[in-house]
């Protein structure tokens, strides 16, 4: 009986591990270098293994290369999407609370989705001044549509602490506070 290799019996594996390698380097040069130029490389892999399909070694390696590639363009497009323009003044803008408000001593904090203005599109993390006088912030609550005129900035790392807070909201879809 002949004995199977290990990608002969999971032949995806070696497919996945180029994908994910290409997701790990995207990280590290998805900004500095145009989503365009990946797709047209995955374009010429995918002539040149055609070109080349009798081949078989070379069609391999195409498609490990086309595979890298791809990681590579998935995650620098989804890096362009997700940042947020740079703000230097204030702007209006309206929005809709996406959960409940939780209490911070003098302010409410909540996650809002931005209707209008420059972040239309984009999650946000807001920190609501609480209204003594006239006890608004009791309705404030999920779904509930909200108005303000604010600056608003790309998230800061916590002082003194080894928690990465900017990345902890940028996976949660959360480009600006």
């Known amino acids: 009986m002949k004995q199977s ?9 070696p497919l996945t591990v180029s994908l994910v390698l290409g997701i790990v380097l995207g990280h590290r040069s998805c900004l500095a270098v145009p989503v365009w130029i ?18 078989r070694q070379v069609r391999f390696y195409c498609l490990h290369a086309l595979a ?6 998935l995650v620098g497009h989804a ?5 947020c323009p740079p703000f230097t ?3 209006s803008w309206e929005g809709v609370v996406l ?4 209490d911070k001593g003098k302010t409410l904090r909540t996650d809002l989705f931005i209707l209008s203005g420059p972040l239309k599109g984009h999650k946000v993390r807001a920190y609501i001044q609480k ?3 006239y006890g608004y ?14 600056q608003m900035r790309p998230p800061r790392p916590l002082s003194d602490s080894h928690f990465d807070y900017p990345t902890y909201l940028k996976a949660r879809g959360i480009v600006a506070q």
């Open 89 to 91: 003044t204030a702007h």
């Open 38 to 55: 990946w797709l047209e490389g995955m374009l010429g892999l995918l002539a040149l293994s055609m070109l080349f399909r009798r081949y």
């Open 79 to 83: 890096e362009r999407v997700s940042t």
């Open 131 to 133: 209204d003594r006088t």
């Open 5 to 13: 290799s290990y990608f002969s019996l999971y032949p995806v594996v």
């Open 137 to 150: 912030d009791s309705t404030l609550q999920v779904g509930r549509c909200l108005s303000g005129y604010s």
């Open 99 to 102: 959960d409940e408000p939780v």
């Open 68 to 73: 890298l590639l791809l990681g590579i363009a």
